[in-house]
């Protein structure tokens, strides 16, 4: 079993910066991969960027590539996403879940655990 509890959203500025972080509970939390999603209100979850138990993989939508990265420290079981250079179109409330397999890593349905989120907006 493993619970996620995500924390660092915000209103931010556009052009600003967001770190969100993932903290986990459970001593298995390094064995899982780790991802991030969002949603906008009237819109379905979508794929952000997702991290390999290890940390030596990682993958991102094409809406973050570039000003976004994924990191995970294992000791601390804890996971964060640092969102650069932020959109409007960045508003959301976003997610942290965990995978078992490390598989299907930009896909929902591949998720064991999933946090309650936390919400982004970001301003003009």
């Known amino acids: 079993q493993v619970q996620l509890v995500e924390s660092g959203g915000g209103l931010v500025q556009a052009g600003g910066s967001l770190r969100l972080s993932c903290a986990a509970s459970g001593r298995t939390f390094r064995r899982y991969a780790m991802g991030w999603f969002r949603q906008a209100p009237e819109k379905e979850r979508e794929f952000v960027a997702a991290?390999?138990?290890?940390?030596?993989?990682?993958v991102y939508s094409d809406s973050v590539k570039g000003r976004s990265t994924i990191s995970r420290d294992n000791a601390k079981n804890t996971g964060y996403l640092q969102i650069n250079s932020l959109k409007l179109e960045d508003t959301a409330v976003y997610y942290c879940?965990?995978?078992?397999?490390?598989?299907?890593?930009?896909?929902?349905?591949?998720?064991?655990?999933w946090g309650q989120g936390t919400q982004v907006t970001v301003s003009s």
């Open positions: 879940a965990a995978n078992q397999y490390g598989l299907g890593l930009s896909d929902s349905y591949n998720y064991d655990y």
């Open positions: 991290i390999s138990w290890s940390g030596l993989s990682t």
